[in-house]
């Protein structure tokens, strides 16, 4: 009777801690409930292996999810390693961890245009409306006519930056906030697409004009705190430094080794608290932010934006600029970091400190690369040939996982005027068959016809029909699914 009376005890505490210890997301490989091929993804630990040996940058965090179901969480390198611009190595450098939280530094403004679009959810504001009505020192020389939206879109016709390093100007916060509000336009608004600081620094200002609150308090109360995003914060306290990746040495600010405070020098002098730069977050809070856009402004039972403000957002405003394809905060179909899964509607942003992100809704999936490229020096490799390459192993393992996706990258190609209407049925045609032979199983079959593919596509290289890139593009594909057959 005891014995019966303690298994049901035991039963009962084991009940108890199903229903009290949360669930731990688990990092699941590439599967069939995502339809994506591993083998690229783990191609892509040599790629960035490398990017470190080569001193591109100290150490990396790579996160990339389908479907809300994690596929590749990974760290990479240091987190802090130098104790100077001269490459000191530190006695006891700090390995990366997967949840090592980053200085976002320019992602830091898809916080600001969100927080925008809230208040524009509360009817605070249209986005054709002069900045002037809401910020009455915003005035002089044109700037009357500055919108709400071409600070948004980089349209404003100010310069990139502040005319002085605001560290210089003399006074506090709300001193310089106003040196900044006073600052001339460079050219006539909507002239042209200049992507610049000071449009950013506005809007956190109109953010707290309108809200009555400082934009720290706004972010956490309306973004992070209801998406549970614990590790998104300004200014983090001291306690998470151990956590935090080392940034720049910076003997011309006094600050010694930057590790813990925001890097951007501008926001810095701002009290680390600014419209363009000063969020630090981990990969995995920062993928709950990208998927807020997603599921149309809802995560987890949470509305942050309505469907009409996420569909502003994700709208191409910069029409009259070819090649600056932009939303409310962010950049869309910018191939330069986004590579093989730029399309028109591909959401994306990068940061001077050498993070990036991309979102894409065609595929539901989000591609993360966070690194700490400046650490100990800016002056530096750019990130940007290894931003390009963890885009292009996302969209390989997306493409690749069979022939009808690899007919999805075929219409890409069409759609960017990379090939044209004959080569597409061409290739098409070939794809077809060996979805036949997929669907049959038959190995033989499909390996045999995805040979005849690129023999196809040798061929159309050599009479010109494609170009290099593309043709790197389709051979590689088709390798992996070769791969996978095998």
């Given amino acids: 009777m005891k014995k019966q009376q303690a298994l049901s005890m035991l039963v009962l505490f084991m009940l108890c801690l199903t229903l009290v210890i949360p669930a731990v997301p688990t990092k699941a490989a590439a599967s069939n409930s995502v339809q994506m091929l591993q083998q690229p993804l783990d191609d892509l630990d040599e790629e960035v292996e490398q990017s470190i040996a080569e001193s591109v940058m100290p150490g990396a965090v790579v996160y990339i999810a389908k479907h809300g179901e994690v596929v590749k969480h990974d760290a990479y390198g240091y987190a802090a390693r130098y104790t100077d611009d001269q490459f000191t190595e530190m006695e006891e450098p700090v390995a990366m961890q997967e949840e090592t939280i980053f200085d976002m530094a320019s992602i830091s403004k898809l916080f600001t245009a969100t927080a925008v679009m809230q208040l524009w959810d509360e009817g605070l504001f ?186 502003l957002m994700k709208t191409n405003w910069n029409e009259a600029y070819p090649g600056q394809d932009q939303g409310l905060g962010w950049e869309l179909n910018q191939s330069w970091y986004m590579d093989d899964l730029a399309e028109h509607n591909t959401l994306g942003h990068t940061g001077y400190t050498g993070t990036s992100i991309v979102v894409s809704p065609n595929h539901d999936s989000v591609t993360i690369l966070l690194t700490n490229r400046v650490h100990p020096t800016r002056n530096t490799v750019s990130t940007n040939t290894i931003r390009k390459k963890v885009s292009e192993k996302t969209a390989d393992a997306i493409y690749a996982w069979s022939a009808e996706a690899m007919q999805q990258m075929v219409e890409r190609l069409l759609t960017r005027e990379e090939i044209d209407e004959r080569t597409a049925r061409s290739l098409n045609l070939h794809l077809t068959v060996v979805n036949r032979f997929e669907e049959k199983e038959d190995q033989a079959k499909v390996l045999k016809h995805l040979n005849r593919f690129q023999h ?31």
Avoid: C
């Fill in 126 to 311: 249209e986005l054709e409306d002069p900045v002037h009505w809401y910020i009455p020192e915003f005035t002089g020389e044109g700037k009357e006519e500055v919108t709400i939206r071409q600070l948004l879109t980089h349209t404003s016709g100010f310069a990139p930056g502040p005319s002085e390093r605001l560290y210089e100007v003399e006074g506090d916060r709300a001193d310089r906030l106003d040196f900044v509000l006073r600052e001339p336009l460079q050219q006539a608004p909507g002239a042209d697409y200049v992507y610049s600081d000071l449009d950013y620094i506005t809007l956190g200002v109109l953010i707290e004009r309108l809200s009555g609150e400082r934009q720290d308090d706004f972010v956490q109360r309306k973004i992070t705190e209801p998406l549970g995003m614990d590790d998104t914060m300004y200014n983090p306290p001291e306690s998470l430094k151990s956590r935090i990746a080392a940034t720049e040495y910076q003997p011309w600010t006094n600050r010694g080794l930057v590790w813990g405070s925001v890097h951007d020098e501008n926001a810095w002098s701002l009290d680390g608290l600014a419209g363009q730069a000063g969020i630090f977050s981990s990969a995995a809070d920062l993928a709950v932010f990208a998927q807020v856009m997603l599921e149309n402004g809802t995560y987890a039972g949470e509305e942050i934006l309505s469907e009409e403000a996420v569909e």
């Fill in 456 to 486: 196809l596509v040798d061929r159309l290289q050599g009479t010109e029909e494609i170009n290099e890139a593309t043709y790197q593009d389709l051979q590689r594909t088709a390798d992996y699914l070769i791969g996978k057959w095998e």
